[in-house]
């Protein structure tokens, strides 16, 4: 592929460069016609655990309306973010929408809820539970569409990017040292900005979100006011639609105006690798008014009493439905137990709750207590 040439808004220098890729764990023969991160993109799509998104929570549960995302609509929409920004500052298209399919595969049911409270159940036992590490033993491991060898046999690379969407403390194999490449330092920004703006959407149609609420956030205030004038006679509605295109058109633009500023200076990607920052970054002021939104969202939707009360009662379920599993491994299917032999019990029943569906998770708690009681 052609080097783009230089320019102050072309970061083409700091492209991850494909043939200086560490390579699959197992070696496999080159296709002939994918590249390598093109083949780690569609063998993330075609995972189980991908597919599974589909029913996991990203911010409201299914039941209060059949408009709002998903943990997988949430993916798609921060995979598009992604390719937007790669594309626009000359970096490795394919490798950011591999990580960007991949960031949330390791998500348990009930979103953040359900992470947080399997994380304070394992905690008991002196573990943990981190989203980002259970999709790097999703892709590793528990995955097995494949005769030759064990998980998906990703690149090092794609594999060190899940381990580091949001933080560098990785297992000493994927270089804990090193900044993760330009690319993958661009994901978990391209899902702040996916997040805060679909919660918003979401916020508003679910009525936790009023106008002259929003109009706190100076940016909301802005583009509201512009859509009002441009478009007067445009229902509500829609021209919350207008406010949220335009958000998230200029925190894309702030990213990118951003990371180009912080990469002033830097020549290549090994010097991407030893700086003792990440250079993907928001400008300053849109650092600012992201942050604002985000308070915003986590005092009028994030911690208002209805999510609340969905909140305590999925945790509730994970809890019964964990001890219920540690009491009794057999409840777990045979082939499970097989397959994950050697590990602590804890670990056992905490990964096989991981991967379940909110509506898998729902089931089995009846399935377990019909009456509703433990």
């Not at 029913?55 to 299914?62: A, D, I, W």
């Not at 997040?195 to 979100?209: F, K």
């Not at 001890?323 to 299917?333: I, T, V, Y």
Request: one cysteine or more.
């Amino acid at each position: 592929m052609a080097t783009l040439p230089s320019s102050p808004s072309n970061l083409a220098r700091l492209r991850f460069p494909l043939e200086g890729s560490r390579g699959r764990r197992y070696p496999e023969p080159v296709h002939p016609y994918r590249n390598e991160f093109q083949r780690d993109r569609d063998r993330i799509v075609h995972a189980r655990a991908f597919r599974r998104l589909e029913n996991k929570t990203q911010v409201f549960t299914p039941g209060l309306s059949d408009h709002f995302r998903n943990r997988l609509t949430h993916t798609i929409e921060v995979s598009q973010i992604a390719r937007t920004v790669a594309r626009a500052l000359s970096l490795d298209e394919d490798f950011t929408e591999a990580l960007a399919l991949a960031h949330d595969i390791g998500h348990p049911p009930f979103g953040h809820a359900g992470e947080a409270e399997l994380d304070r159940l394992m905690r008991r036992f002196g573990d943990r539970f981190d989203h980002n590490l259970h999709a790097l033993r999703i892709v590793e491991s528990f995955e097995n569409p494949y005769p030759r060898f064990p998980g998906l046999n990703l690149t090092f690379e794609v594999r060190e990017g899940i381990a580091k969407h949001s933080s560098d403390a990785v297992p000493a194999e994927y270089l804990p040292d090193l900044r993760p490449p330009l690319e993958a330092q661009l994901i978990d920004l391209c899902d702040e900005i996916a997040y805060n703006t679909a919660d918003l959407d979401d916020g508003y149609v679910a009525g936790m979100i009023q106008i002259d609420a929003a109009r706190e956030v100076e940016k909301f205030r802005e583009l509201e006011e512009a859509a009002a004038m441009q478009f007067p006679g445009a229902p509500e509605r829609v021209r919350v639609q207008e406010v949220v295109r335009g958000l998230i058109d200029w925190l894309v633009s702030g990213l990118i105006e951003g990371t180009i500023e912080a990469a002033a200076g830097i020549a290549d990607v090994e010097e991407v690798r030893r700086a003792g920052r990440r250079i993907a970054r928001f400008s300053p002021q849109t650092a600012a008014e992201s942050a604002s939104l985000k308070r915003f969202l986590h005092r009028t939707v994030y911690a208002s009493g209805e999510l609340d009360q969905a909140r305590r009662e999925s945790a509730g379920k994970i809890e019964i439905v964990f001890e219920a599993f540690l009491r009794d491994p057999k409840l777990m299917p045979a082939n499970y137990l097989e397959e994950s032999a050697g590990e602590p019990p804890q670990r056992v029943v905490c990964d096989y709750i991981a991967g379940m569906t909110d509506r898998f998770l729902v089931r089995t708690a009846d399935q377990l207590f019909p009456s509703g009681r433990v």
